[in-house]
């Protein structure tokens, strides 16, 4: 069975989900309104990674995947500190899908991403033609540069 994955932070770039589990196939881009994107998961390197926040009049931007029921399990792992919701998300052509997105409520006060991974987030949302004004968005959330 197949089943519909939202990806807003660092597994918008295929590569990196598809070095994560090798069922992703990429369907199309979609929003999610009334929530935006900010680096303020708690992680174990001391960074803030991407997380969504309700926010009622913002939109966050992200890929749509299919994948393998079976690899969900797989993928939580790699997204330790998150739970799996499902949300209404619209494709370009703003059709409702229902897909699963990962949120955390592991949060940090430090909401910087380190350099790095922003870079992975901003390559991601190049390389699936986000559009432009979100892409400056992400540009301007902090980032720090190994714990400076």
Same mark, same amino acid.
Do not use: H
């Given at each position: 069975?197949?089943?519909?994955?939202?990806?807003?932070?660092?597994?918008?770039?295929?590569?990196?989900?598809?070095?994560?589990?090798?069922?992703?196939?990429?369907?199309?881009?979609?929003?999610?309104?009334?929530?935006?994107?900010?680096?303020?998961?708690?992680?174990?390197?001391?960074?803030?990674?991407?997380?969504?926040?309700?926010?009622?009049?913002?939109?966050?931007?992200?890929?749509?995947?299919?994948?393998?029921?079976?690899?969900?399990?797989?993928?939580?792992?790699?997204?330790?500190?998150? /739970?799996? &919701?499902?949300?209404?998300?619209?494709? @370009? +052509?703003? #059709?409702?899908?229902? %897909?699963?997105?990962?949120?955390?409520?592991?949060?940090? /006060?430090? &909401?910087?991403?380190?350099?790095?991974? @922003? +870079?992975? #987030?901003?390559?991601? %949302?190049?390389?699936?033609?986000?559009?432009?004004?979100?892409?400056?968005?992400?540009?301007?959330?902090?980032? @720090?540069?190994?714990?400076?």
């Amino acid at each position: 069975m197949k089943v519909l994955y939202f990806a807003y932070g660092s597994n918008m770039l295929i590569t990196r989900l598809r070095s994560r589990i090798s069922s992703a196939k990429l369907i199309d881009i979609g929003f999610l309104n009334g929530y935006k994107v900010l680096f303020n998961k708690c992680s174990k390197d001391g960074s803030g990674k991407a997380n969504l926040i309700e926010s009622p009049g913002d939109v966050t931007w992200g890929v749509i995947y299919e994948i393998d029921e079976q690899d969900t399990n797989k993928l939580d792992i790699f997204e330790g500190g998150y /739970n799996r &919701e499902i949300f209404q998300i619209c494709n @370009k +052509e703003n #059709i409702a899908v229902s %897909a699963f997105v990962y949120l955390s409520s592991d949060l940090t /006060n430090d &909401e910087r991403a380190y350099e790095w991974y @922003k +870079e992975i #987030i901003l390559k991601g %949302a190049r390389e699936n033609n986000l559009p432009k004004n979100y892409i400056s968005y992400l540009e301007k959330l902090p980032s @720090k540069v190994n714990g400076i």
